[in-house]
């Protein structure tokens, strides 16, 4: 079974905050995370070649240096890499760069 993790940016202050510090949070903190300005992402279940946990919004970079936006696909209940044009042909294994809210310069999505 995979584990089910999250973290959440907050536009307010900048800050991306790991699953370990969600969990130590009260449960109407968690709630008013969930404001426009703080974005919730959870993990894939997937790790790059480095073994860093992949999640929504994270940007990696396969072997022949593609660069692709993770993200989830509601009309087929799965994750995918996506380019500005649409699902991107990665090989792997990638590696996590960044991400959409910290490195808007590295992906830019339109």
């Not at 790991?18 to 703080?38: A, N, Y």
């Not at 993990?43 to 929504?56: A, Q």
Request: hydrophobic share 35%.
């Amino acid at each position: 079974m995979r584990d089910i993790k999250f973290r959440y940016y907050s536009h307010k202050s900048n800050e991306m905050r790991s699953w370990d510090d969600l969990q130590k949070l009260h449960v109407h903190t968690v709630f008013k995370m969930m404001q426009p300005e703080c974005k919730l992402m959870q993990f894939t279940g997937l790790k790059d070649k480095n073994g860093v946990d992949i999640y929504d919004g994270d940007i990696v970079q396969d072997e022949e240096h593609y660069y692709s936006v993770i993200s989830w696909d509601n009309d087929d209940s799965m994750y995918v890499a996506s380019d500005v044009g649409g699902l991107a042909d990665m090989c792997f294994p990638v590696k996590v760069i960044g991400n959409i809210y910290e490195n808007p310069e590295l992906f830019k999505i339109t």
